[in-house]
């Protein structure tokens, strides 16, 4: 998954959404870098999102039971998923600038 600070929302590939056969539970307007400054109609679906914890947790890290997420293309940047601030605004994000890490804390 991309971790994204810019994005609103998260969404998830249409390839990756497509074989679970969910009905789209409504529309949103899209705006994206590759869309410039027309936005564009995106299916949303309400998916159920685990971010599992250590292998020795007795339960997830973080489980969202329904979360309102759009789906749109996105293999061709290589990613299934991009994570935004509906999520990433639940929990702490701290940037390792000179490893290139990131912690992700719920």
Do not use: C, W
Not at 10 to 35: A, C, F, R, Y
Request: a negative charge; charged letters at 10%.
């Amino acid at each position: 998954a991309l971790v994204d600070t810019g994005a609103s929302g998260t969404v998830i590939d249409d390839s990756v959404l497509g074989p679970l056969k969910l009905p789209p539970t409504g529309e949103q307007l899209v705006q994206t870098p590759s869309t410039g400054q027309t936005p564009h109609k995106a299916f949303q679906y309400d998916v159920s999102i685990i971010i599992p914890g250590s292998t020795t947790a007795q339960r997830p890290l973080l489980f969202l039971p329904a979360l309102p997420i759009v789906g749109m293309p996105m293999n061709q940047q290589g990613y299934a998923m991009l994570l935004g601030r509906d999520v990433l605004n639940l929990g702490s994000l701290t940037y390792i600038g000179t490893s290139g890490h990131y912690v992700l804390a719920f």
